[in-house]
């Protein structure tokens, strides 16, 4: 396929063949069930022998009223193939398996090629777990053939430079399910981490402790309000040393009465209700550019009594 050489060279590695388990998706899933109903659901980045994307979407086929699936496999050498299920009106009591096509594709399944590009066109909401060291990129493509899509991704990625500005400005948010998942690996993977282990069966396995759900589907928890019991109280609550925001140790921990500006741990992105706070800008590391506000003694980064803390969010209520 023409172009296959400079997608290569910026190619999917080895190490980004993580499968995720079925009931990772589900747990995540199950909150999207009408988001489904009548749309051409896209998993770009799966192998539909492996794939649990592919296995939940076939086996919910007609409970969940989908329109179409279409998976397409990559290949790092070969052209592969795509397998699409098109509704034909089959019962939805769950005894139902719909079979699919099989369509042999001119090049090697890379989301970025011109032909699955032009699959993308045609798809309503992309479901899969992308590439982790292509996770922007992957991104990036998605917004820009104004995709709505719900993927798996790196809790690191929120801190990202390019990242960040989608979460402030209302573009993309977090799903529902948080933290550890493992991820089953294929056999050639090469163990460089700690978090990886060999199951009775001597199937491969790597877990990550940080991994969240992004998307810009419309979710019910992004409209409840984050309740709040603690009012402020000016000796219950310090000024970061640069910047004129209080800091705020837990979630729990916001007042529910004050007016300013406050820093909170990134986690409050999981409860977020942009009609109820206003995502002023991130402080972490010493990233500059980002906070949103200005720094009284030209020093980036969340510091606190001369100490550099985790990253916070800086946020304001809203008046409403």
Not at 23 to 42: A, N
Request: proline residues 4%; charged residues 30%.
């Amino acid at each position: 396929m023409a172009g296959n050489s400079a997608l290569n060279k910026a190619g999917i590695k080895k190490e980004d063949e993580f499968y995720t388990q079925l009931s990772d998706i589900e747990k995540e899933l199950k909150h999207y069930r009408e988001q489904f109903r009548d749309r051409i659901i896209f998993c770009n980045c799966d192998d539909p022998a492996e794939s649990n994307f592919f296995r939940y979407f076939q086996l919910n086929f007609y409970s969940l009223g989908i329109k179409k699936l279409i998976c397409t496999h990559f290949d790092r050498e070969k052209p592969t193939y795509k397998l699409e299920i098109i509704s034909d009106g089959g019962s939805s009591d769950g005894n139902n398996i719909p079979e699919y096509i099989r369509t042999e594709l001119q090049g090697n399944g890379d989301f970025r090629s011109p032909e699955c590009l032009k699959i993308l066109e045609e798809a309503d909401i992309v479901v899969t777990n992308p590439p982790f060291s292509l996770f922007h990129e992957f991104l990036s493509v998605l917004l820009e053939h104004d995709k709505k899509f719900l993927i798996i991704g790196s809790q690191n990625n929120i801190t990202y430079k390019d990242i960040f500005p989608l979460l402030r400005d209302g573009k993309v948010w977090l799903g529902y399910y948080a933290g550890d998942m493992a991820f089953m690996v294929p056999d050639y993977y090469e163990p460089r981490a700690t978090r990886f282990w060999i199951d009775e069966t001597g199937q491969k396995w790597r877990s990550f402790g940080n991994m969240c759900w992004f998307t810009n589907l419309d979710i019910n928890k992004r409209h409840e309000d984050l309740i709040l019991y603690r009012k402020y109280q000016k000796d219950d609550y310090r000024f970061f040393d640069n910047y004129d925001a209080i800091f705020i140790e837990k979630v729990a921990d916001i007042p529910m009465d004050y007016e300013g500006v406050m820093g909170v741990p990134i986690t409050f992105l999981y409860k977020h209700n942009p009609d109820q706070f206003e995502i002023i800008g991130l402080l972490a590391g010493n990233i500059k550019g980002l906070a949103g506000i200005p720094s009284k003694i030209g020093k980036d980064g969340p510091y606190l009594d001369g100490k550099l803390k985790y990253g916070r969010i800086l946020i304001r209520r809203k008046v409403k």
